[in-house]
């Protein structure tokens, strides 16, 4: 299927590694023109333009001057996610600290790329954003409260994202990941081991051949590249009235009957 986003601005929130990574090169391969932000310093160069810039989404100062930067994006992409390093099982295995950090990066983060981009996308009249969420936003999974929390958030706004931004023909949907084996999937599990006796500690592909069995209906991890795929469909003209959803990636781990 051509896809036809030949030429088209994207920039790529979390670009670094993992599904934004994927997300980002799958958008080069398409031969548009990709720009990325994240934190870490250490983010390999984009093919096409090179740019990764370092900075923090909760500092609406940097990803607004990004935006400036990059008006003439036509697709947003927010990949950006962190736990809060504790494991639930339940609540308040976690103290009221940690909660602050974690909405901050995933939900206000998020928040403020669409701040800074909406404006641009809509004088533009096209476009689209696109926001990385979970399963356990739709779920109510006690393994990190927080970020659960945060990601049910998003879902939500980004339903406000869509009807608001629909009379300028710029359309938002969420990405749901289930499990996806990235350095945040390995803070899940290293979270889980901290309060497990020894004899009951796993190392974490031992941990994952199990948990995804028991979570998963088709029983098999999910891949960056699957959700890089859905990404460029969802940004293209085969997508036009595909606006305010949130699809899951998951091997059928949410089904709402
Ligand atoms: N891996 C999974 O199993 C899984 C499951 C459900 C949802 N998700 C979601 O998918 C998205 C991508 O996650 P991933 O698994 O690729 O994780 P990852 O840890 O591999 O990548 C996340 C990226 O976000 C960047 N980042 C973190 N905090 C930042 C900040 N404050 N400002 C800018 N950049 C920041 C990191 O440097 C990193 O490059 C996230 O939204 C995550 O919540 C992942």
């Known amino acids: ?11 790529v929130f979390g670009a670094a590694q993992g599904i934004g990574r994927a997300i980002a090169e799958q958008f080069e391969a398409e031969g548009c023109s990709v720009v990325g932000f994240d934190q870490s310093p250490d983010s390999p160069a984009l093919k096409n ?3 990764v810039t370092v900075g923090d989404v909760t500092s609406f100062e940097q990803v ?16 950006v996610g962190v736990g809060s390093g504790k494991f639930g099982f339940p609540f308040w295995n976690l103290d009221p600290s940690d909660w602050a950090r974690v909405l901050e990066v995933n939900l206000v983060g998020a928040a403020n790329v669409a701040h800074a981009f909406a404006p641009h996308l809509t004088q533009n009249g096209r476009g689209s954003l696109l926001f990385l969420v979970s399963v356990a936003g739709q779920t109510g999974s006690p393994t990190d409260p927080p970020y659960s929390a945060a990601k049910a958030g998003l879902i939500n706004f980004m339903q406000v994202v869509a009807k608001d931004c629909a009379p300028f023909n710029v359309r938002a ?23 497990l ?12 051949e199990t948990k995804i069995k028991i979570i998963s209906p088709l029983g098999r991890w999910q891949t960056p590249p699957e959700f ?7 940004a293209s003209k085969h997508a036009r009235n595909i606006t305010g959803q949130t699809i899951n990636i ?5 089904m709402h009957a």
């Open 1 to 11: 299927m051509d896809l036809n986003l030949s030429g088209q601005n994207v920039a």
């Open 49 to 51: 333009t090179g740019e």
């Open 64 to 79: 607004s001057a990004f935006a400036d930067a990059h008006s003439e994006t036509d697709h947003v992409v927010f990949s």
């Open 173 to 195: 949907n969420a990405l749901s990941p289930g499990m996806v084996k990235t350095e945040l999937n390995e803070s899940v599990w290293a979270a889980g081991q901290v309060n």
């Open 197 to 208: 006796p020894v004899s009951e500690q796993q190392d974490y592909a031992t941990w994952a």
């Open 228 to 234: 890089a795929t859905m990404a460029t469909y969802l």
């Open 250 to 254: 998951d091997g059928g781990q949410v």
